[in-house]
């Protein structure tokens, strides 16, 4: 099965910036739509972002549009997620997975570790 493995989270200051990549063990995302979701703690897993396979389309949860950027290299190697103007609120564990096209909010996958990030205020 296919290792999601996030990396780019830490501590960072109200207002900072930081970005976020996801690759997969093995593989390439070649023709997959690929998702972030955040969970904060004690809470359950939640859509942040997605880009469609081809990477011409994108999706945003309304809490980080304007906020955050997801994009795909073109080798399809890697996925990244800018965000931009963080607020203490976007604290959390980030994880990326593919998703399905129908239903960006659904993951295909089985989750990896995620990467922590924490926004001091």
């Known amino acids: 099965q296919v290792q999601m493995a996030e990396s780019g989270g830490g501590l960072v200051q109200a207002g900072g910036s930081l970005r976020l990549s996801c690759a997969a063990s093995g593989r390439t995302f070649s023709g997959y739509a690929m998702g972030w979701f955040r969970q904060h703690p004690g809470q359950e897993r939640d859509f942040v972002a997605a880009i469609s396979w081809s990477g011409t389309n994108t999706h945003y949860a309304d809490s980080v549009k304007g906020q955050f950027t997801i994009s795909r290299d073109d080798a399809n190697t890697a996925v990244y997620l800018k965000m931009n103007n963080l607020k203490p609120e976007d604290t959390a564990v980030y994880y990326c997975?593919?998703?399905?096209?129908?239903?960006?909010?659904?993951?295909?996958?089985?989750w990896g570790q995620g990467t922590q990030v924490t926004v001091s205020s």
């Open positions: 997975n593919a998703v399905w096209d129908s239903n960006y909010g659904i993951q295909k996958g089985s």
